[in-house]
T-cell receptor, first 117, second 115 residues
Framework: GAVVSQHPSWVICKSGTSVKIECRSL??????MFWYRQFPKQSLMLMAT?????????EQGVEKDKFLINHASLTLSTLTVTSAHPEDSSFYIC?????????????FGSGTRLTVV | AQTVTQSQPEMSVQEAETVTLSCTYD???????LFWYKQPPSRQMILVIR??????QNATENRFSVNFQKAAKSFSLKISDSQLGDTAMYFC????????????FGKGTTLSVSS
């Protein structure tokens, strides 16, 4: 149980276009989901906290107008990278908490490798 | 604010040997949870082991065990009988018990297991 599905696994887009990444909790409801960004051989950097039915909370330094987050249902959060540029190329990972006890670890999606050319 | 420190960027070990990865953290919370996650080359994050701060007993999961020293704010991971499949980046993470709070990660330790 506690599976998070993330799509696409990888995407290549042209500079200036937008890309949408989906994160779905398959067997549990997630009031809150988290979006991370990871550069090669580095740690996960929290970008934003996605809250179902309300606005996302962005970490300091993350452009909310560039990284649009929508959490329209208890099982789906989306991250849209708008007007993507090569510096947005990175690995993006979502995670959610199954909520079956606060000591249960967060479950992560398989990640999306974004390459902007 | 909470911080998590992993002071070993890279480590290597031979198959069947034991290795210990270090992690220290800083918090003013009395209750919290600690985790070790593994990220193999596939980049899928995999939960290895978790520890509840109010439990004195160290957590164990098969070949993986932790040495949790609450007063010292230390949370090391011991991998026994290392296997090639243990090759991965390992992240120590902290979590407050409140719902909706994100994990705070250390910078990670890259572990290489060789035959």
């Amino acid at each position: 149980g506690a599976v998070v599905s993330q799509h696409p696994s990888w995407v290549i887009c042209k500079s200036g276009t937008s890309v949408k990444i989906e994160c779905r909790s398959l067997d549990f409801q997630a009031t809150t989901m988290f979006w991370y960004r990871q550069f090669p051989k580095q740690s996960l950097m929290l970008m934003a906290t996605s809250n179902e039915g309300s606005k996302a909370t962005y970490e300091q330094g993350v452009e909310k107008d560039k990284f649009l987050i929508n959490h329209a249902s208890l099982t789906l959060s989306t991250l849209t990278v708008t007007s993507a540029h090569p510096e947005d190329s990175s690995f993006y990972i979502c995670s959610a908490h199954p909520g079956t006890g606060t000591n249960y670890g967060y479950t992560f999606g398989s990640g999306t490798r974004l390459t902007v050319v | 604010a909470q911080t998590v420190t992993q002071s070993q960027p890279e480590m290597s070990v031979q198959e069947a040997e034991t290795v210990t990865l270090s992690c220290t953290y800083d918090t003013s919370e009395s209750n919290y949870y600690l985790f070790w996650y593994k990220q193999p080359p596939s980049r899928q994050m995999i939960l290895v082991i978790r520890q509840e701060a109010y439990k004195q007993q160290n957590a164990t999961e098969n070949r993986f065990s932790v040495n949790f020293q609450k007063a010292a704010k230390s949370f090391s991971l011991k991998i026994s009988d290392s296997q090639l499949g243990d090759t991965a980046m390992y992240f120590c993470a902290f979590m407050k018990p409140q719902a909706g709070t994100a994990l705070i990660f250390g910078k990670g330790t890259t572990l290489s297991v060789s035959s």
